[in-house]
């Protein structure tokens, strides 16, 4: 069946479905919204401009006009689960729709290689652990065969993603186009030896790309700094109605007959599951509520199985876990929570933080890395750094409609200025742009 063009969504580069966005036909939104929660979300920078102004969109394309020769490889680990994923999706299909090829590679690994791999995020996030001989021996030598078939030439600019595709830089010599990369994990204080080991690799790149500027470190080669942000068209982000929200709610037998807690994130220890399990069940004792936790594995989190078995062993019947991968669920949850928690201990950014505040949700964070630099505390949400503390503000917000109604509308409009997708592709023009080899 041959694509057609709606009026309403056009696109920059080809065409896209006729039911995509479409606006021009109520009988069919109920259509397109089962179409939009089945779609990867390939949205213009066009349709940002009710959110962003149309001055601001003319600037965006502008830059885009500047590199729009520029082909454009970026190469992560998996198409599924995590931040990784979630900021390369909607970028990608952005920057093809305004017409930069942007390629999006992924490397293999195995059980073996994503056990070393992820003890790298862990010690890069602070963890006190050694990497042994045998272990370099298995991550380089899977990262070598990655290389092996891997063809870049025809690129502008490669772009790798965290620790586990960092050494293919060392399997092209030849090359001539930059690369760079982008590290996603709060590096604030990262393990010193293997610090250490993996600066033989980062140093071979032209620059380096951290999430915030306290993730900065001293290195021999130039670093950016892009702050993540949040695509609010996706299935996870898009407006719904009550009855949608009360549809997918009750599919999942969510009941909602107590205000709602939530934590929407992968099963990782970083996330700190049990000290929200802590802070509810002291919450709980001064006000009725259900605890819902969500959460997925990637596939490159060997220790997510282990997490999610821990919370189930100690959920009573006032807290329901799900291990689903259902993005209009988390929608739901976060339109529909009394409170939303990120109560992480160590957080590189922390995107489920933003979709929570663009839903006009009472958010409570760690105080922590990037959640700091979402949430100001007591002005859109709340930051804490104890089960005590969280469990303190989730009474004082259950308590208080009106508060939760204050802290929401501000949550959102911080993130209407600041976390958009439509800002993303905009810092990454910008860093092309440094990178752009004259044509000869």
Known sequence: MPLQVCGVCKIRRGRVPALENCKGDPSMSMLSSAVQRSTLGLHTLEQYEPLIGAATVERIAAKADRVRTMRVAHISSTFYGGGVTELLTPLTLMMNATGIETDWHLIQGTPGFFGCTKKLHNTLQGTSLEFSDAEKTIYEEVVFENATRLHLDDCDAVIVHDPQPLPLITHFSDREMPWLWQCHVDLSSPHASVW???????????ATIFSLPEYGQHLQVGQHFVTPAIDPFSAKNREMSDRERREFLGNYKIPTDRPLVT?????????DPMGVIEA???????????????????????EGGQILETIESVADEGIIV???????????????????????????????V????????????????????????????????????????????????????????????????NFLMSRLLEDWLDLLSQYERPVV
């Not at 033989?200 to 790149?205: A, C, V």
């Not at 934590?263 to 996330?271: A, G, L, M, Y």
């Not at 004792?285 to 490159?300: F, I, K, P, Y």
Request: hydrophobic share 40%; with cysteine.
């Open 196 to 206: 250490t080991y993996l600066r033989q690799f980062i140093e071979q790149y032209n």
């Open 263 to 271: 934590q929407i994130s992968r099963f990782d220890r970083w996330k």
């Open 322 to 352: 799900l291990s689903v991968d259902d993005p209009t669920l988390v929608n739901a949850l976060q339109r529909s929570a009394a409170v939303v928690l990120q109560k992480s201990i160590r957080e590189g950014f922390g995107l489920t």
């Open 354 to 417: 933003a979709e929570a505040m663009w839903k006009g949700a009472a958010v409570i964070g760690g105080d922590v890395g990037g959640i700091r630099h979402q949430i100001k505390d007591g002005w859109n949400g709340f930051l804490v750094s104890t089960p005590d503390q969280a469990a303190a503000r989730m009474v004082e917000l259950l308590k208080n409609p009106n508060l939760r109604e204050e802290l929401g509308a501000r949550a959102k409009e911080s993130v209407r200025q």
């Open 280 to 302: 509810f069940r002291k919450a709980r004792e001064q006000v009725d509520c259900t605890l819902v936790l969500v959460g997925n594995n990637a596939s490159d989190d060997p």
